[in-house]
C-alpha cells in the first residue's frame, strides 16, 4: 500500500532545542495530520491542515501542509521534557476514500 | 481521546480462540475505524465504516471480521486468532472520512 516517508526516524532533545520533522509522499493528499503518541496511549491529534500553503500553530508547535501537497513539516520550538514521544504524519483524501495513510513516526527523545 | 472508549484494554488468547473488541463512540461521529500499531509498521487499517450499515477494507483485512452496530458502535473480531495478530489495536472516528480522525486509548492483544 501507499507509504509515507517520515524523517528523522527518531531524534534526541535538550530542553529549549527546537525540533523539526517532515513526512513526504509520491501522491497528493488533501489532508495532513500530526499526532503525538505517548507510551500506553493513543495518538493524540496535535494540527490538522486542510488547504496546501496552509500554516497552523498551537501553542509551541507549528505545522504546514506543502504547496505541492506531498509534503509536510512540524516544527516544536523551545522543547521541553514532555515533549518526548512519537510523532505520526498522517495524509489522508477525504470524501469517500476512508482512511489515512500513517507515517512510521518520528521518536522524540532527551539527551542523556 | 475522551469519547472513543475501547474494551478490554488487555487480552491474552491462545492460538485458534476467538474475540472480539469492542469500540462506542459519544462524539456523534459518523465514521469510525479498526487500526492495529506494531513495531516499525507504524498504524495500519484493518477495516472502517464511513457511515453507520457499511463497512469496507482497509491494508490488513484478513483474519478480522467487523459489525457496525449503530452509529456508537464499531466491533472486532478474530474468529481465529493467530500470532501474527499479536498486536495494539487502536479504534478511532471522525466525523468526515478521512478527515480528523480521533483515536481510542488502545487494546493490547497477545496471542500465545
Known amino acids: 500500500g501507499q507509504q509515507l516517508n517520515q524523517s528523522p526516524q527518531s531524534m534526541f532533545i535538550q530542553e529549549g532545542e527546537d525540533v523539526s520533522m517532515n513526512c513526504t509522499s509520491s501522491?497528493?493528499?488533501?489532508?495532513w495530520l500530526w499526532y503525538k503518541q505517548d507510551p500506553g496511549e493513543g495518538p493524540v491529534l496535535l494540527i490538522a491542515l486542510y488547504k496546501a500553503g496552509e500554516l497552523t500553530s498551537n501553542g509551541r508547535l507549528t505545522a504546514q501542509f506543502g504547496i505541492t501537497r506531498k509534503d509536510s513539516f512540524l516544527n516544536i520550538s523551545a522543547s521541553i521534557p514532555s515533549d518526548v514521544g512519537i510523532y505520526f504524519c498522517?495524509?489522508?483524501?477525504?470524501?469517500?476514500?476512508?482512511?489515512?495513510?500513517f507515517g512510521k513516526g518520528t521518536k522524540l527523545s532527551v539527551k542523556p | 481521546n475522551a469519547g472513543v472508549t475501547q474494551t478490554p484494554k488487555f487480552q491474552v488468547l491462545k492460538t485458534g480462540q476467538s474475540m472480539t473488541l469492542q469500540c462506542a463512540q459519544d462524539?456523534?461521529?459518523?465514521?469510525m475505524y479498526w487500526y492495529r500499531q506494531d513495531p516499525g509498521m507504524g498504524l495500519r487499517l484493518i477495516y472502517y465504516?464511513?457511515?453507520?450499515?457499511?463497512?469496507d477494507k482497509g491494508e490488513v483485512p484478513n483474519g478480522y471480521n467487523v459489525s457496525r452496530l449503530n452509529k456508537r458502535e464499531f466491533s472486532l473480531r478474530l474468529e481465529s486468532a493467530a500470532p501474527s495478530q499479536t498486536s495494539v489495536y487502536f479504534c478511532a472516528t471522525d466525523r468526515r472520512s478521512g478527515n480528523t480522525i480521533y483515536f481510542g486509548e488502545g487494546s493490547w492483544l497477545t496471542v500465545v
Open positions: 498522517a495524509g489522508g483524501y477525504g470524501g469517500s476514500q476512508g482512511n489515512l495513510i
Open positions: 465504516s464511513a457511515s453507520e450499515g457499511t463497512t
Open positions: 462524539m456523534n461521529h459518523n465514521s
Open positions: 501522491s497528493i493528499f488533501n489532508t
